[in-house]
């Protein structure tokens, strides 16, 4: 996949789950299992939808830089990135704090993990032999 096609897949997977976490946190977290009961509860969840939000701009914007530096550390920003969310959502599965659909994140969090992954090898390796 190309470097346009991971931030365009990226774009699409966080959009929609961000502003449905800003607009509506209680009635998605309850899809996860998760209780919303508080205001402040909600409130995180929006901030949650507007970092999502954060994060399909930024996606958006950089789908056509053509600098492969600039490519490699968004790959790299990316693949970590989603590392984490990955391990998030497998210990609030394993550990009951979410429901078995919090499961679809983590795959969703490992394919990009992988897709990033792949792209900063990739654009790692074209750098090195232009070098030589």
């Given at each position: 996949m190309s470097f346009r096609t991971v931030c365009f897949l990226a774009v699409i997977a966080t959009a929609p789950f961000g502003l449905m976490?800003?607009?509506?946190?209680?009635?998605?977290?309850?899809?996860?299992?998760?209780?919303?009961?508080?205001p402040g509860s909600a409130m995180l969840g929006r901030?949650?939808?507007?970092?999502?939000?954060?994060?399909?701009?930024?996606?958006?914007?950089m789908s056509d830089i053509a600098d492969s530096r600039a490519q490699q550390r968004t790959a790299a920003a990316g693949c970590f990135a989603c590392a984490l969310g990955a391990l998030v959502s497998v210990h609030a599965t394993l550990t009951g704090?979410?429901?078995?659909?919090?499961?679809?994140?983590?795959?969703?969090?490992?394919?990009?993990?992988?897709a990033w992954a792949v792209l900063r090898l990739r654009q790692r390796s074209a750098s090195a032999h232009q070098l030589a």
């Open positions: 976490f800003l607009l509506a946190p209680q009635w998605l977290g309850a899809l996860y299992g998760l209780d919303y009961g508080t901030l949650y939808g507007a970092a999502l939000l954060l994060l399909a701009g930024l996606f958006f914007a704090v979410t429901n078995a659909l919090m499961w679809s994140t983590a795959v969703l969090y490992g394919f990009f993990v992988v």
